[in-house]
């Protein structure tokens, strides 16, 4: 698998919709050290709305599966994150807007997009505890993989290595945000729960890729 079509996006979706619900407990302990503690429940929510639309997708183009799959989560599920994750399939989607497929060379730079749009919309940088210290990491990691001519597979294991190791540098960073910012340096030691929740998902589009390879 060098590109992915609309109908792989779409199955990939399905795949992530079924799995996310299934850390609903892990993440709502995990926010609740350091947030509202609703992380699981809005996760579980938003993916039931995402996969309930996507039988209205499948003539859609990858970037606009991307857009109105984010912006049906937040319609069932508005809270922090589901503003944050919207806003970040809509500016990841909007980058590839009109293409058939994506491929690797994409990836960087949609994820980068993803990470614009999320400081854009909430105001954060770097080093405050958030989606972008791992979004960051990942984009610049998958930059290297497309110079390197990597695989879709490859590019996206490589994605989730990096994912994980910037996951666990959250732990040493002071929340800026949120109820977390509220905390302070309280709040160090606790993994990001949103960043824990996008490794999630970065993971499972490993595994889907590999799947779809063998």
Do not use: Y
């Not at 992530?16 to 995990?30: A, G």
């Not at 350091?34 to 997708?57: C, N, P, S």
């Not at 589901?82 to 989607?93: C, Y």
């Not at 990597?150 to 994605?159: N, Y």
């Amino acid at each position: 698998m060098d590109t992915l079509t609309a109908s792989d996006l779409i199955d990939f979706l399905e795949m992530l919709s079924e799995e996310m619900p299934q850390h609903k407990d892990r993440l709502r302990e995990l926010d609740a050290q350091i947030g509202d503690g609703d992380l699981g429940i809005t996760i579980a929510i938003g993916m039931k709305a995402i996969e309930e639309g996507l039988a209205q997708l499948e003539d859609e183009d990858p970037g606009m599966i991307l857009a109105k799959s984010g912006m049906n989560f937040n319609r069932e599920a508005a809270s922090t994150f589901g503003a944050i994750f919207a806003t970040a399939l809509m500016s990841a989607g909007k980058h590839i807007e009109g293409k058939a497929e994506v491929k690797v060379s994409d990836l960087p730079e949609m994820v980068e997009a993803a990470a614009s749009g999320v400081s854009a919309r909430g105001g954060a940088k770097p080093g405050e505890k958030t989606i972008l210290d791992v979004l960051l990491p990942m984009a610049e990691r998958l930059a290297q993989e497309a110079a390197a001519k990597a695989t879709m597979s490859e590019a996206a294991e490589a994605a989730h290595e990096t994912c994980r190791e910037a996951l666990e540098a959250t732990k040493q960073m002071e929340a800026k945000h949120g109820r977390g910012g509220w905390l302070k340096e309280k709040s160090v030691g606790i993994e990001d729960p949103g960043s824990t929740a996008i490794c999630l998902m970065v993971e499972c589009f490993a595994r889907f890729v590999a799947e779809q390879t063998d």
